[in-house]
């Protein structure tokens, strides 16, 4: 599967547990959705693709990325304005309260956490 397909799928299952926790229909529901196509994409790019997407409910939504390589990522140290490449973890950084990442075993494990009351705050009513 190309990197748009993991992508895809990714988003599809998020969009689905946020929808189930009763998480969806707000702006940050959507940076959410972003925050997932962005951990997914850089694992896709960087390291051999998503082994696990975790989503972890409870005071925050965790998103976990987990990967097949040990290379922990860092910040582009200065992406240019208006090219492609280098500012996924930025984008990362901005969206989200925190995130980090953590080598293990068998590779390592890209996380980003939104707290759950940004998730239910400015709850969309529809049209």
């Not at 993991?6 to 959705?33: I, N, Q, Y």
């Not at 998103?63 to 140290?77: A, F, M, N, Q, S």
């Amino acid at each position: 599967m190309g990197v748009r397909g993991a992508v895809a799928k990714g988003r599809d299952f998020t969009r689905e547990a946020l929808r189930d926790w009763g998480w969806d229909g707000t702006e940050t529901s959507e940076d959410t959705l972003l925050l997932v196509s962005e951990l997914l994409t850089n694992a896709s790019l960087h390291a051999d693709g998503c082994h696990e997407l975790v989503l972890t409910s409870g005071e925050a939504l965790r998103i976990e990325v987990y990967d097949g390589t040990t290379t922990l990522p860092k910040p582009h140290p200065a992406p240019q304005r208006g090219i492609p490449g280098g500012h996924g973890l930025y984008i990362v950084e901005r969206l989200s309260d925190r995130w980090g990442s953590h080598a293990h075993a068998h590779g390592k494990a890209v996380w980003a956490e939104i707290e759950a009351a940004r998730l239910v705050s400015g709850r969309s009513t529809g049209p």
